[in-house]
């Protein structure tokens, strides 16, 4: 007569324990995402440094985030960057190869460590982390991977492979400056003056140029025979780098003239 009596005790335990799992796993999914949302604000923070450059207080933001969540990717994405903005390369291939073991494809480590590589000498590997980037129909900016691509393989002189991908990123992005100004270089490179000039015309509406824009400026409008833009070349030059070695070798063309 005691076995209903068993049975209903044996019922409110199993229940008791299966309150108790939920109740702890509500607990633990909690805490979860607290410590998810602590990495995301460190991380955030960190990017925040590493664009003002403040570099050490941008690495103590990566650690934090990465103690608080350690399978948080962006964050080791984050430190590579600065890392590899440091100079410590050991530590930005450390970094950048922690956060794809954690997120295989995701796009913006994949593009972050093919520039890297690209930087310390293995194009090939680089452009590898490029084409498995724009593989991906779902990456919302694939200007960034063409752009890097483009660089990358000008640095080892395939300029017409470079001139392809610049000029895709340029479809997708039209006000890119690291785009726009690569295509002119190439494009004075290979003989082609007018439309070179067009991109550099376009690369400075967008805001001051550069030392490396201006020389081009130059050197187009001295191909094209315009003196008034030659001489507003000369000008800036003169104004806003006087002791760049360019500046002096290009006034030294002109007194000769």
Known sequence: MRTPTILLAAALAAGCVSQTTVETRSVQDAQVASDRRRAEIHTSLASQYYQRGALAVALDE?????????????????????????????????AFEKAISLAPRDADSLNNYGWFLCLRGDPGAGMERFRTVLSDPLYATPEKALLNA???SRMVGRNAEAETYLRQAVLHKPDMAGALIGLAEILFDKGAYKESENYLVRYMRLGEPTLSALVLGVKLARQLGEKVAEDSMLQQLRRRFPEAPQTRELLKGEAGK
């Open 62 to 94: 990566t650690r934090l985030a990465t103690r608080d969540d350690p399978a948080y990717f962006p964050a080791y994405n984050m430190r590579g960057l600065i890392f590899m903005e440091l100079r410590e390369d050991a530590q930005a291939r450390e």
């Open 150 to 152: 483009g660089l990358c």
